[in-house]
Structures are given as structure tokens and as C-alpha cells.
């Protein structure tokens, strides 16, 4: 065995001696109860007590921990809002980006694109509907404000493309 080989011997046997331990504070974080308004933990509020929300078209209800009875109310109002204005998020989110993309292909201008933000950014400022995980982690407050300065960089982005590219497209050239 030459010495190369014994070098790189001796890396693979102190490797196999130096694993460390996995840390799981994914475990930590799903066992405490939180505020689902405020993300809150128990400690750091006077109590947590759990609640139940009614949705539509489930037969259970969906339970949830609220620090106050008015954050209770805001998240059953948050998502009292989310279901009548679930078809407006669609048709901004969904709909319109899907209609701007095929008169993309179909015309082959890019005009049709930078609408697309706009209407991605609309739907996100109207019902800044993010995600699960992104509630389990921030708490809806901040999920719905993250949503919001989404949609409003989108927003902006689109106007700025449609204002800076679009009008080359009607320059004279």
C-alpha cells in the first residue's frame, strides 16, 4: 500500500470517529403550543387556550391555540375573509397569469408578461394567502404581512417592467 492510499485511509477511519450527533429542534418547536394569531408560546403569554374553527365543506372542525379571545376572533375572521374572497385569489393568482401566458405564445410579445406580476401581486395584496408552513412558523399576523410585501414587490415590479419595456415596444424605431 503506497503512502497515498494509506493517507486517504486514514481520513475515511477519522471521519467514520468524528460524526456528530443530529439536533431535531424541529420536534421542540411542534410540541410547544403557539398563538396562532400572534405566535406566541406559553411562556411568554399568561395562557393558551385551544379553539375550534367551523370551515366550509369540512366535516371536523380545525383546532387552534389563541392567547386572547381577540386573536381568536381575528383568525376566525381572517379566515371567514379567505373563504368569500377565495375566488377573486384565484382568478388573480391563477386565471389572468394563465390567460398573459398563452397570449404570450400565442403573439410572441412580451408585453403580455409583465402583467403577469401585477396580477400575481394583486391577489397577493388582496388575500395574502402564503402557505401553512409559513403560518406554522411566523404565526398568521406575520404570514399576512409577508404576504402583502410579496404582492406589493410584484406589484411593483410588473409596473416598473411594463413602464420601462412596454413603452420601447410603441417607440418609433
Same mark, same amino acid.
Given at each position: 500500500?503506497?503512502?497515498?492510499?494509506?493517507?486517504?485511509?486514514?481520513?475515511?477511519?477519522?471521519?467514520?470517529?468524528?460524526?456528530?450527533?443530529?439536533?431535531?429542534?424541529?420536534?421542540?418547536?411542534?410540541?410547544?403550543?403557539?398563538?396562532?394569531?400572534?405566535?406566541?408560546?406559553?411562556?411568554?403569554?399568561?395562557?393558551?387556550?385551544?379553539?375550534?374553527?367551523?370551515?366550509?365543506?369540512?366535516?371536523?372542525?380545525?383546532?387552534?391555540?389563541?392567547?386572547?379571545?381577540?386573536?381568536?376572533?381575528?383568525?376566525?375572521?381572517?379566515?371567514?375573509?379567505?373563504?368569500?374572497?377565495?375566488?377573486?385569489?384565484?382568478?388573480?393568482?391563477?386565471?389572468?397569469?394563465?390567460?398573459?401566458? *398563452? /397570449?404570450?405564445? +400565442? @403573439?410572441?410579445?412580451?408585453?403580455?408578461?409583465?402583467?403577469?406580476?401585477?396580477? !400575481?401581486?394583486? $391577489? %397577493?395584496?388582496?388575500?395574502?394567502?402564503?402557505?401553512?408552513?409559513?403560518?406554522?412558523?411566523?404565526?398568521?399576523?406575520?404570514?399576512? *404581512? /409577508?404576504?402583502? +410585501? @410579496?404582492?406589493a414587490m410584484l406589484l411593483i415590479?410588473?409596473?416598473?417592467?411594463? !413602464?420601462?419595456? $412596454? %413603452?420601447?415596444?410603441?417607440?418609433?424605431?
Amino acid at each position: 500500500m503506497s503512502s497515498k492510499e494509506e493517507n486517504i485511509s486514514d481520513l475515511d477511519d477519522s471521519n467514520q470517529l468524528e460524526e456528530e450527533p443530529e439536533i431535531n429542534d424541529k420536534e421542540d418547536l411542534a410540541d410547544t403550543p403557539r398563538c396562532y394569531w400572534c405566535h406566541k408560546t406559553k411562556d411568554e403569554v399568561d395562557d393558551l387556550f385551544p379553539c375550534e374553527l367551523y370551515r366550509k365543506n369540512q366535516d371536523t372542525p380545525s383546532q387552534f391555540h389563541s392567547c386572547s379571545v381577540e386573536h381568536e376572533m381575528k383568525v376566525k375572521g381572517f379566515f371567514n375573509y379567505s373563504e368569500k374572497i377565495y375566488y377573486v385569489y384565484i382568478t388573480f393568482v391563477l386565471i389572468f397569469p394563465l390567460i398573459l401566458a *398563452i /397570449l404570450t405564445a +400565442i @403573439f410572441y410579445n412580451l408585453l403580455y408578461v409583465f402583467p403577469i406580476f401585477m396580477s !400575481l401581486g394583486i $391577489g %397577493l395584496m388582496i388575500a395574502p394567502l402564503t402557505g401553512n408552513g409559513i403560518v406554522r412558523n411566523v404565526g398568521l399576523k406575520n404570514a399576512n *404581512i /409577508l404576504g402583502r +410585501i @410579496f404582492g406589493a414587490m410584484l406589484l411593483i415590479i410588473g409596473v416598473i417592467l411594463l !413602464l420601462t419595456n $412596454g %413603452l420601447k415596444i410603441f417607440a418609433p424605431s
